[in-house]
């Protein structure tokens, strides 16, 4: 099926006239994780960043009518931060946004930016001017003073036409009118089914890196603010871990001269499972065993709550076990 744009007006159009006619293919993108945004390029095809989809294979889209639809994530690019989403109905009476050139686009030239500031504000429509065209490593930024705040994200950045020449993507943070939209030339193949297009810089890829997103969600503040706490607990418990090592130590010595079944990060974990010291404690050490299993199950509570709070702040699994892992604190008692 051919792509289905809709015609670029006069550049004599107001406007007005042109944001009113553009606006309704800009959408919410909502995740559990936080709120983007994204537009649409053909009647099934919509544009955003891959920062506002994260790692989900889909997302709820919602328009300026206020309804919503299911879409999903067709195709990403990690190194230009553009993700691709498709709707399971071609509508050919959707409006749709033309991918227009950020190579055409001067310096000084108007344009403006549409997307849903605060992730609550939708379809809010900003207006600046091209402050410049950057490289950094294999992406074309187009650089603007168009207000981008948290929320527009993957919406479109286009020129007096209203075609759009690029994604707003990334900024730094706490700066006014420094925003920067990954050029539209990036996305173009990814719609079209082909790899991302790089421009000539051999830069490493990194150096898209080193710009802030300027839309993390409150979402994704609460898992950072959340991971860092968690390894801070982690730190803690470790050096409480460390004691326990020579504990153990000395229980072997006195109190259990048996066979430890299974491989632990810390053996005295083993005192956590109910089949893995197999053999009799000395009669002698009751008590000693006694306080140290309540103790080691303390520590087990500890770290059950610890994950605890950091799940519930978003923190993913994969680097909570990264941290525990780190610092030898890993076990199938805590480990879901």
Known sequence: MPVVVDRQPSETASLEDVVSRVMPAVVLVETPEGRGSAF??????????????????SVTIRRMDGSSAPARVEATSLLFDIAVLKVSSAEQS?????????????????VFAIGSALGTLQNTVTRGIVSGIRQSGKARLVQTDAAVN???SGG??????GAAIGLATMGYGGLQGLNFAVAIEHARPLVEGRPALETASAA??????????TVPSDTERMRTDGLRA???TLDQLARSAQAYDNRWLT????????????????????????????????QRCGLIHADFKRDTNAFRDAMLEADED?????????PRRDARRQRRLESDAWDR
């Open 94 to 110: 959707r409006v749709t946004i033309p991918m227009g050139s950020s190579g055409s686009a001067r310096v000084g030239q108007e």
């Open 150 to 152: 948290p929320g527009n």
């Open 204 to 213: 490493p890829a990194s150096d898209l890196g080193g710009l802030t997103p």
């Open 230 to 232: 968690y390894e801070q």
């Open 40 to 57: 649409f390029v053909t009647p099934d095809t919509l544009l955003t960043n891959v920062h506002v989809v994260g790692n989900r294979s």
């Open 251 to 282: 229980f072997r010595e006195v109190c259990y001269g048996g066979r430890v079944l299974g491989t632990f990060d810390r053996e005295w974990f083993a005192l956590l499972s109910d089949r893995a010291l197999p053999d009799a404690v000395d």
């Open 310 to 318: 950091a799940r519930r702040a978003g923190v993913y699994p994969g």
């Open 156 to 161: 479109p950045l286009l020129d007096r036409t």
